[in-house]
């Protein structure tokens, strides 16, 4: 019976300077966290450009087979497009959470 505590010793409550560290009211995230996300976004754009630069790799045609010229330069300009907008996609948020993370708030 020695080792038996009570359930009430067991628990601990939240203090005051565990309190501070959570986002101030209205806020959603953590400034460190919004830096954090917002670094994350912006890296996201290298596998982004990686991933455009294989797509157009493996619709290039060549003296061996590949695909035809015309349909090459209509997948090139697909690829180009929606790797364009998810660039700018994930740059704007980077932008934004980056804004955030120093208390700047701006309306889209």
Do not use: W
Request: glycine share 6%; charged share 10%; with cysteine.
């Amino acid at each position: 019976m020695d080792s038996f505590r009570p359930v009430t010793q067991a628990i601990r409550l939240p203090t005051q300077r565990a309190r501070l560290a959570h986002p101030a009211p209205g806020h959603m995230i953590a400034p460190k966290t919004n830096r954090l996300l917002s670094l994350v976004f912006a890296g996201a754009v290298l596998p982004l450009l990686g991933l455009y630069v294989l797509l157009i790799k493996v619709a290039m045609p060549n003296a061996t087979g590949g695909m035809e010229p015309t349909v090459a330069t209509i997948c090139y300009i697909a690829f180009t497009v929606i790797t364009a907008a998810l660039i700018i996609v994930c740059l704007n948020f980077s932008r934004q959470l980056a804004r955030q993370a120093k208390g700047e708030y701006q309306t889209p």
